[in-house]
């Protein structure tokens, strides 16, 4: 079994259940260091796509799966055409830290890509579907609107 730590479409039900049958939800998690930025221009969404940028002091907060086996995930996130990487993050997550992996785009674009609707929309649901922190939520909700 492998742990994720997802923090863009695939923290929504919907998506994950699509791409990782089997994913078991685990709970809310934070990546500490890390900032949430829509550094990638996606062809799926038509705009821009959430991806981990390291910054100090911030977080990222995010679901944490548990799944048999990343292959299907890895097939959707463009693993195999250079789009998203794994590797490997440090999260917490009820109050301890656990290995898990994490998608990070490999060729960020210089400066964020506004979100489409569509996916600004399945951020915020998946946001609140997995109970993240409301001041998180508020947050986003700006930040996506501002794109």
Known sequence: MTLLFAYGSN???AEIEAFAPGARFLGAAR???YRLELRRRSIRWGG?????????????WGALYELPDLGALDAKEGAALAAYRRRAVQVVARE???LAEAYEVIDKEPEEVSPTREYADLLMTAARE?????????????RLAKQ
């Open 11 to 13: 923290m929504a039900q």
């Open 31 to 33: 990546l500490d260091g």
């Open 48 to 60: 821009g796509a959430a991806d981990i940028v390291r910054r100090a002091g911030a977080a990222v």
């Open 96 to 98: 301890s830290t656990v």
């Open 130 to 142: 997995r109970g993240l922190p409301a001041e998180y939520v508020e947050e986003l909700g700006r």
